[in-house]
T-cell receptor
């Protein structure tokens, strides 16, 4: 059983629409949750981090966490073609000052102009 | 913000040779660094956890004698792929967290594309 699951996609949305990316995790002891964006051939870059239940907004991005349901999501408002990438959900157990991440397989997002 | 530098960004080597990849935290101290490998169209897979001043912890299925990790200082970890073979061709990525920051997210290097011919 995968520890972090994401729909692989591809997910296509028109420019200006809201893109919704979902992730579930199996370990109830997970403490930290991250969304990374990865362009083809590049390293992941951090988009959002969330540690407590509820919503966290940063610009066009909103992360939502529901620990009871073991579910974390990322909403991208006013999607742009430059948002086209693979989005990786990552989950971590508490491990001190640095975090060991378990990644989902990623969701490929395409924003159509 | 925190920056992790990884070098080289790409390397081509012949089968049987060894390749060293460096990972540096430029503006923070990282007691722990992580090495990941990513094959095409797949997600990142953790290979090992590199601890400053001690032996690395390897994930199941990763050969510690083939992938040598040295974390000699708080800002530098190296991964050496020994006797590389074509099946070792992959994208290798390091990451590090800020020393003393409990909920600090990891920061990734730019990755190293290894091609073994």
């Amino acid at each position: 059983q995968k520890e972090v699951e994401q729909n692989s996609g591809p997910l296509s949305v028109p420019e200006g629409a809201i893109a919704s990316l979902n992730c579930t995790y199996s370990d109830r002891g997970s403490q930290s949750f991250f969304w990374y964006r990865q362009y083809s051939g590049k390293s992941p870059e951090l988009i959002m981090s969330i540690y407590s239940n509820g919503d966290k907004e940063d610009g066009r991005f909103t992360a939502q966490l529901n620990k009871a349901s073991q579910y974390v999501s990322l909403l991208i408002r006013d999607s742009q073609p430059s948002d086209s990438a693979t989005y990786l959900c990552a989950v971590s157990l508490l491990s001190g000052s640095a975090r060991q991440l378990t990644f989902g397989s990623g969701t490929q997002l395409t924003v159509l102009p | 913000g925190a920056v992790v530098s990884q070098h080289p960004s790409w390397v081509i080597c012949k089968s049987g040779t060894s390749v060293k990849i460096e990972c540096r935290s430029l503006d923070f101290q990282a007691t722990t660094m992580f090495w990941y490998r990513q094959f095409p169209k797949q997600s990142l897979m953790l290979m090992a956890t590199s601890n400053e001043g001690s032996k690395a912890t390897y994930e199941q299925g990763v050969e510690k004698d083939k992938f040598l990790i040295n974390h000699a200082s708080l800002t530098l970890s190296t991964l050496t792929v020994t006797s590389a073979h074509p099946e070792d061709s992959s994208f290798y990525i390091c990451s590090a967290g800020e020393f003393g920051q409990g909920n600090s997210p990891l920061h990734f290097g730019n990755g190293t594309r290894l091609t073994v011919t």
